[in-house]
């Protein structure tokens, strides 16, 4: 099934003499159907504003665009793609926004239009947690995203969604499910890409929930449970033993010092990211 009148990715690859580089984490979807479905895996794109990170040769772009989106804004690092990226953006007039920084830099307050932002993205495999993470824990929530569609390793993507007491269940876990409901939508097999990675790859669908508790710092839960983690095989009165009084505030919230991080469920570390705050203040 042909989705716009544009050619096909390889010609365009081959064009603009393009290739993946591993150094920025990069990997082409050439599958625009596929691209198409996945801009509707999380609800449809209609009306909606998207940003995509990492666009590359334009691929979930063309499917964002061929599925009714409002508006792509697409954040390019790499300059090599920015051309290929005009031709989507004229046959799409006006359309598509492209930003050509580093996403790591990129702060979504300067987005206008955020009223039914969705960010979807198939992420660089180099910084796809670390953006995941600066995307959660922002102090204001809900945040200027209403949901994100996102594509990691299929490894990273276990540790989204994994639940306490199991191996995948760390730092990631906790951030996701803190304030967000985030599920495995779709399983994408190595040969979807050009170059063909050696692992498989997931796509992450994450819903912001309007319903949580807004006492809870964000910096504050991020630092103690990647501490907890850190020295996940240790109890906690030893791997948070940097906070004074740690004994005194995992038994405050009904807990065993003798626990270790992989059993505590995330309403626990909430809990005891509180307690913490509490003392904090009156010190």
């Known amino acids: 099934m042909k989705i716009d009148n544009l050619p096909p990715l390889r010609d365009i690859i081959s064009k603009f003499d393009l290739n993946a580089k591993k150094s920025l984490g990069q990997n082409f979807l050439y599958d625009l159907n596929l691209t198409s479905k996945i801009s509707q895996l999380n609800g449809s794109v ?96 809900p945040p200027v995203w209403k949901d994100m569609t996102l594509m990691f390793q299929k490894e990273v993507a276990d540790r989204i969604v994994a639940k306490p007491n199991t191996k995948a269940y760390g730092r990631l876990s906790i951030l996701s499910q803190w304030r967000t409901t985030a599920k495995i939508k779709m399983l994408v097999p190595p040969e979807a890409f050009n170059p063909r990675p050696k692992v498989q790859s997931a796509i992450v669908t994450i819903n912001a929930d309007q319903k949580i508790d807004h006492t809870i710092s964000p910096a504050l839960l991020e630092r103690i449970v990647k501490l907890g983690f850190g020295q996940r095989r240790k109890m906690l009165r030893s791997s948070l033993k940097s906070y004074n009084n740690i004994e005194f505030h995992i038994k405050n919230i009904g807990l065993l010092p003798t626990l270790r991080a992989e059993d505590l469920s995330v309403t626990d570390w909430c809990c005891l990211a509180k307690s913490i705050a509490v003392a904090e203040k009156l010190t």
Do not use: C, M
Not at 51 to 67: C, Q, W
Not at 92 to 108: C, M, N, P, T
Not at 121 to 133: A, D, Q, R
């Open 46 to 141: 209609q009306g909606h504003t998207v940003l995509e990170v990492g666009a590359g040769p334009g691929a979930l772009t063309r499917g964002l665009l061929a599925s009714g989106a409002k508006k792509v804004i697409a954040i390019e690092k790499d300059k090599r793609f920015i051309e290929p990226l005009k031709e989507i953006a004229d046959y799409h007039s006006g359309k598509l926004i492209i930003i050509k920084k580093d996403a790591l830099e990129f702060d979504l307050n300067e987005i206008t239009d955020t009223k039914n932002l969705k960010i979807i993205s198939n992420l660089p495999y180099n910084i796809g947690s670390e953006l995941l993470v600066k995307w959660l824990t922002p102090q204001k929530w």
